[in-house]
């Protein structure tokens, strides 16, 4: 990696827990880059989430921030300070895998005053300092029991309470709820996301469950094959996807092939479209499942534009919601996400005709 001669200045983005990844790219295999020239700030106490399938580089991107493997080319920088030369251990950067990482030996006081000790801290302010942590993740009462005597939610507090005990500027997160159920994942989801705000920390989140980076980030970095596709607040990306993988990767999508058809419009398969996004090259017309409007075929408003007749081919009940299948004219197939929120909610079954309309302020643009 190639070291700038200012190395030692502090750049713009320099506040404490700020990251600064400039060029950064890392090849396996003499050939196969797992990051590829990666350009991404990340501010100050900020929670940000690199999204994206197994093998798209993300934990590669991880582990380079945090010392444990060395770019091939580009610059990293924390709170300012260039990393070239300074060691994982000696980066303000403390890490919490997917494992834990927990000393079986050593009791959960024990574990998380680890750091501590072997920064030297003494007894006293370490011990007040341990306490501390314990009772804000509530794990006071596991004090003197060993990692193998703990529940998978409670290692994974005692792992987080070991990275935070040390007040380091960022802490990386590779994927540690991953291994839990799903209701304690949601519990934990929420009470990470609470401690990271009350502590101020930076926080760089990695996974590929698209409903966790949706909960917690402040912003998210979508990757694919090593590269940045989209990075943004969590509305903005879910919202206005920049392309087709993002769009179907972070959540549900219709996508279609468009053509020019006039102003304001397209050809799709489905038929022509109105739309109030602009055409570009190489676009393709997107939808969300929540976003189309099912109507009864008796009271469809066939005067309005994007209002297609259907019939209901599967219908999935998920709880919170329902998913439809429903084919339109020509045998395509529409998804649409109904939510259950009334105590009576009407239901469409197999077999039943209906009306769809996509609003026209609904259909995005993206990338193909």
Known sequence: MQQDSTAATLAPNAGRGAISLSRVTRIFAGTIPAVDHIELEIQAGEFFTLLGPSGCGKTTLLRMIAGFETPDAG?????????????????????????????????????????????????ADRKKRVDAMMEMLQIG?????????????????????????????VVLLDEPLSALDAKLRNELQIELLRMQKRL????????????????????????????????????????????????????????WPV???????????????QISAVVGEGRMAMIRPEKIWVYPESTTPRERMNVFPGVIREAIYMGASTQYRIELQGGHVVLVLDTNNQAAERSWQPGEPVGVELKPENIMMVEG
């Open 75 to 123: 610059r990293i920088l924390i709170s300012g300070r260039e990393m070239q030369d300074i060691p994982a251990h000696r980066r303000a950067v403390n890490t919490v895998f997917q494992s834990y990482a927990l000393f079986p030996h050593l009791n959960v006081e024990q574990n998380i005053g680890f750091g501590l000790r072997m920064q030297g801290v003494p007894r």
């Open 141 to 169: 009462q596991f004090a003197t029991r060993n990692a193998a005597q703990l529940s998978g939610g409670q290692r994974q507090r005692v792992a987080l309470a070991r990275a935070l005990v040390n007040e380091p500027e």
């Open 200 to 255: 101020g920390m930076t926080f760089v989140f990695v996974t590929h469950d698209q409903h966790e980076a949706l909960v917690m980030s402040d912003r998210i970095g979508v990757m694919s094959k090593g590269r940045l596709q989209q990075v943004g607040p969590v509305l903005d990306v879910y919202e206005k996807p920049r392309n087709v993988f993002v769009a179907e990767f972070l959540g549900l999508s219709n996508i």
């Open 259 to 273: 053509s020019p058809a006039g102003k304001g419009a397209v050809n799709t398969p489905l038929g022509p479209l």
